[in-house]
C-alpha cells in the first residue's frame, strides 16, 4: 500500500492550490480517507477528511475554504485549498485508515507568503 501526495507549493495568500492523493494498493473508496498537517516544532494538526460513506468533515480554521473529495475510479483523494493563509504553510500528510489498518503518505510541503 502507498499514499502520494502532490501539488504542494509555494503560492501567495489568497491564492489556491490543489492536493491530490493517489493510493496504490488499497481501495479509496472503502477507507476513511485524511489530511493532516503539521508544522515543524508542532504537533499534528487535523484538516479536513471523508468517509467512506462519502461524508466529509472540515476542521473549523478550514471551513469554508478548503474542499475534500473523492475519485473512487483513480483511487485519489483531493484537498482543494482557496482563500490560502500564512497559517496554512505546513507539510501536508494523507492518511487512509481501515479498522486497524492505518498508512500515511510521504507528506507535501506547502508554503504561502503573506
Known amino acids: 500500500v502507498r499514499l502520494r501526495e502532490s501539488g504542494g507549493g509555494k503560492v501567495e495568500s489568497g491564492g489556491s492550490l490543489r492536493l491530490s492523493c493517489i493510493a496504490s494498493?488499497?481501495?479509496?473508496?472503502?477507507?476513511?480517507m485524511g489530511w493532516a498537517r503539521q508544522v515543524p516544532g508542532l504537533g499534528l494538526e487535523w484538516v479536513s477528511g471523508?468517509?467512506?460513506?462519502?461524508?466529509?468533515w472540515y476542521a473549523d480554521f478550514v471551513k469554508g475554504r478548503f474542499t475534500i473529495s473523492r475519485d473512487n475510479a483513480k483511487d485519489t483523494v483531493y484537498l482543494q485549498m482557496n482563500s490560502l493563509k500564512p497559517e496554512d504553510t505546513a507539510v501536508y500528510y494523507c492518511?487512509?485508515?481501515?479498522?486497524?489498518?492505518?498508512?500515511w503518505g510521504q507528506g507535501t510541503q506547502v508554503t504561502v507568503s503573506s
Open positions: 494498493g488499497l481501495d479509496v473508496s472503502n477507507y476513511a
Open positions: 471523508i468517509y467512506s460513506d462519502g461524508t466529509k
Open positions: 492518511k487512509a485508515r481501515f479498522l486497524s489498518r492505518i498508512f
